[in-house]
């Protein structure tokens, strides 16, 4: 008996799924290197490391959490939320230390709570964050009592503003995190097992994976990178802004989809989600050189996402 | 219709009469799914043509399918389940007064369509809330809905019990003494031979032979074209000795039994269950190992009671159950076949209890694939992509990766070839060779009887019988397992 007709996509296509962002990164590079002023320059280019670092970092866990078929849009609040609370308990306290435990707890215990919600008691992850999304804002101007919070200790500083052998300490950061949460997704059980349940949920539960612990600990990996990126961006601003990063999570979404994970669940690539923060990044890099209007910018990501899940389509079906 | 590098269906010619049903059969990936596909416009050839009452035809989408009068009901079923059974009766033609949705003609229009099929149920019912066998009728009476002159089904028996298979097929004769032309697929020789007028084999996409009559062709003469050789004993069966304290369950009670459950499967004992469809086989089976959390009673496995309520805990003990629905809950179709294979097991191989072990992945996947021939022999090949019995074989070698003491099957071979069939019960017989207890749920009755050492007849919510191998003939079985009032 010969072997049965069977489908297999064409090497083309396996390459394009692997690399194909990366292509698509490196030519706009090379278009932005020849095209715009100013763009290859030590100085820009280390703006838009800094610019991309903290939508990358979180972008991290963001993967992680459509990989295992969730949603989480309560990011850009705890961004906001962890710099105010950082900033409010340093100055309340004089310890770094104090208000970066703290914000980073208070990011972990909302991710948890979040986790809690749609693993155990079953709520949409869409309609859970949507919800932890408003009451986590709301929660940072409280604290904030409406304003900036300016941070006294000025050694905190440092996080956001220096440089170690020319990049800065953000960028770093990032690429610690992308590291990591590469290695966790590809070389660990527990990133196996985060694919399986966004593939199937219910297969990968009668296969003994631990469904409702995966998950909250996914939410609570994400709240807690998330309040990190936070106080960052508030060490960079001097300040916790409790209005900072409003459609932040549209943005990081924006770069996974454009990363090629799918939103349905179980599939993610590192590579390609760090190609797609990248790519956004430099769009709206090129732009500001280009003395574009931030209006037309909205107009340029969406249009972006659009043509990439368009192709992303026909390459699907061709 | 050409893959890329493969042909799926080449030069295959054959018709089908009115007022008659024609057979196609043939093992899985013969191209009878492609065949279907070009019939309902899903796909379009590359060469030749569909001929309607002498007119070549030309659909291009699946509603122009429609439109020309071919209606194709397939095995998975194509229903909202958050819709009453009328709205799904009438999907994509709802009766309008003007703006409005006409709701009287459209319950009107659906209650005639359930009494086509001979439903008793009422047109609001929310679908979701139907067992798959009724489902399914209501799947073919939404075809039959549209009156289409040719109707083609897809293995419409594999989630029917007995008494619904009888109705199906009083269905499908009356559409035959109606002048349609209906093409009947399955696997099921039996259903064929009795059923069917005329029969196509197709074999690796080509035309093997088609008879315009079935008077004189047998069972075999049909299996031996289809697999191109005797397929002699496909069940395996040897005897072997059997050794007390397998599997043990003690008064299991909770949703879907009408009293508490108690059996026992020795070391090295293959059990089959049997019953009708909504007997509670498979609600007991999901009870026993975890996946719904029983309200009382014991399992013990190889002498230890099983703790914990989960699948976590199951497999822990080395209860391993198989699920019936193998695209709901066995398989991920996005992952490849090898992340398929080792997903359970590799929790007993991590370094550090944190990091995959690539080299006992790339060989438990290599090794399980050439175990259980799954075609392509490719762990990177995308588990969606596989057909049914590869599929099936992949996520038995799941279960395999890993030391089982009992195994739990609902429905092993539901929807696959006769081929696969075979090679999944020689497997099966294996494991208990082995000292395996199996537990197999069927509703295919000559392979519960073909395979099992001991038949556990299962009738609404409750054991009904036992029979021992020499004891279970087809007749005591069927009778146990119907309800007292139906029994004659």
Not at chain 1, 125 to 138: D, K, P, Y
Not at chain 2, 191 to 215: F, M, P, Q, S, Y
Not at chain 2, 273 to 284: D, M, S
């Amino acid at each position: 008996m010969s072997p049965p007709p069977f489908p297999t996509l064409s090497r083309r296509a396996r390459v394009w799924d692997a690399a194909g962002m990366l292509l698509v990164l490196a030519g706009l590079f090379l278009l932005c290197a020849l095209g715009v002023d100013h763009f290859l320059t030590a100085t820009n280019l280390r703006g838009l490391a800094l610019a991309v670092s903290t939508s990358g970092m979180v972008a991290c866990t963001m993967m992680l959490c459509l990989a295992a078929g969730d949603f989480d849009l309560s990011v850009g609040s705890v961004v906001a939320f962890a710099g105010v609370l950082g900033a409010t308990v340093m100055n309340a306290t004089g310890s770094i230390t104090a208000g970066v435990a703290a914000a980073l707890a208070s990011g972990a215990l909302i991710g948890c709570v979040n986790g809690v919600f749609v693993a155990r008691f079953g709520v949409n992850a869409l309609i859970t964050t949507l919800a932890s999304m408003q009451i986590v804002r709301g929660l940072g101007f409280i604290v904030a009592d409406g304003r900036a919070v300016g941070i006294r200790p000025a050694g905190f500083f440092a996080l956001g503003n220096t440089a170690w052998l020319g990049v800065p300490v953000p960028v770093w950061l990032t690429g610690l995190c992308c590291a990591g949460f590469g290695a966790l997704l590809n070389r660990t059980i527990f990133g196996r097992q985060a694919l399986a349940i966004g593939g199937n949920r219910e297969a990968a539960h009668l296969a003994g994976v631990p469904v409702v612990r995966v998950k909250i600990i996914i939410f609570t990996l994400q709240g807690l990178v998330a309040a990190g990126a936070g106080l960052i961006l508030a060490a960079r601003m001097t300040s916790g802004q409790p209005n900072t990063s409003q459609g932040f999570e549209l943005e990081v979404i924006s770069a996974c989809v454009l990363g090629g994970v799918s939103l349905s669940g179980g599939v993610a690539r590192l590579g390609s989600v760090v190609a797609g923060v990248l790519i956004l990044g430099l769009v709206q890099n090129a732009m500001n050189l280009l003395n574009l209007a931030p209006f037309y910018q909205y107009v340029a990501r969406g249009g972006i996402l659009l043509g990439a899940v368009l192709l992303d389509r026909f390459r699907q079906r061709s | 219709m050409d893959f890329p590098g493969v042909r799926a269906l080449d030069g295959v010619s054959f018709g089908v009469r009115r007022g008659s049903v024609h057979a196609l059969i043939g093992e899985n990936g013969a191209g009878k799914s492609t065949l279907l596909k070009i019939l309902s416009g899903a796909h379009r050839p590359t060469a030749g043509t569909v001929g309607l009452h002498g007119r070549p035809q030309a659909w291009a989408s699946t509603a122009g399918a429609l439109a020309a009068g071919v209606a194709v009901i397939y095995q998975e079923l194509h229903l909202v389940p958050d819709m009453t059974v009328a709205e799904n009766l009438l999907l994509g033609r709802y009766p309008r007064r003007g703006p409005w949705l006409d709701r009287t003609a459209l319950r009107a229009e659906a209650a005639r369509l359930l009494r086509l099929v001979g439903e008793d149920l009422s047109p609001d019912t929310r679908l979701g809330r139907l067992p798959l066998a009724q489902r399914q009728m209501v799947e073919i009476a939404k075809a039959l809905g549209r009156g289409a002159p040719v109707v083609a089904f897809d293995e419409p028996t594999s989630s029917l019990s007995a008494p619904e298979t009888l109705r199906l097929f009083a269905i499908i004769r009356d559409l035959r003494a109606r002048g349609h032309a209906i093409l009947y697929v399955s696997h099921r020789m039996d259903e064929i031979l009795e059923l069917c007028d005329a029969a196509t084999v197709l074999r690796d996409g080509r035309h093997v032979v088609t008879h315009d009559t079935l008077a004189g062709v047998t069972r075999a003469d049909l299996v031996r074209s289809m697999v191109g050789r005797e397929l002699t004993n496909i069940y395996h069966y040897r005897p072997r000795p059997g050794a007390p304290g397998g599997l043990e369950v003690r008064g299991l009670a909770g949703p879907g039994l009408r009293a508490p459950v108690s059996f026992h499967v020795d070391r090295g004992e293959i059990v089959g269950f049997f019953g009708l469809i909504g007997a509670g086989r498979t609600e007991l089976m999901r009870l026993v190992c975890g996946v719904v959390p029983p309200t009382a009673g014991e399992v013990r496995v190889q002498g230890a009671t099983v703790r914990g309520r989960s699948p976590r805990a199951a497999l822990r003990a080395g209860l391993v159950f198989c699920p019936e629905d193998r695209k709901q809950e066995g398989i991920i179709a996005v992952r490849p076949v090898g992340e398929n294979i080792n997903l359970s097991a590799r929790r007993r191989h991590v370094r550090a209890g944190f990091w995959l072990d690539p080299a006992w992945e790339r060989d438990n996947a290599r090794t399980q694939i050439a175990r259980l021939g799954v075609r392509p022999a490719d762990p990177a090949a995308l588990m969606g992509l596989l057909s049914g019995g590869n599929q099936q074989k992949a996520i038995l070698a799941r279960w395999l990766s890993d030391p089982v003491r009992v195994m739990v099957l609902d429905e092993p071979t539901r929807g696959i070839d006769l081929g696969a069939k075979s090679e999944i019960y020689a497997l099966l017989q294996e494991l208990a060779a082995a000292g395996t207890s199996v537990v197999v749920v069927s509703s295919d009755l000559p392979e519960v009887l073909g395979l099992a050492d001991r038949v556990i007849v299962m009738c609404a919510g409750a054991i009904a019988a036992e029979f021992t191998r020499a004891a279970a003939s087809p007749e005591a079985v069927l009778h146990a397992a119907l309800p007292a009032s139906a029994s004659p």
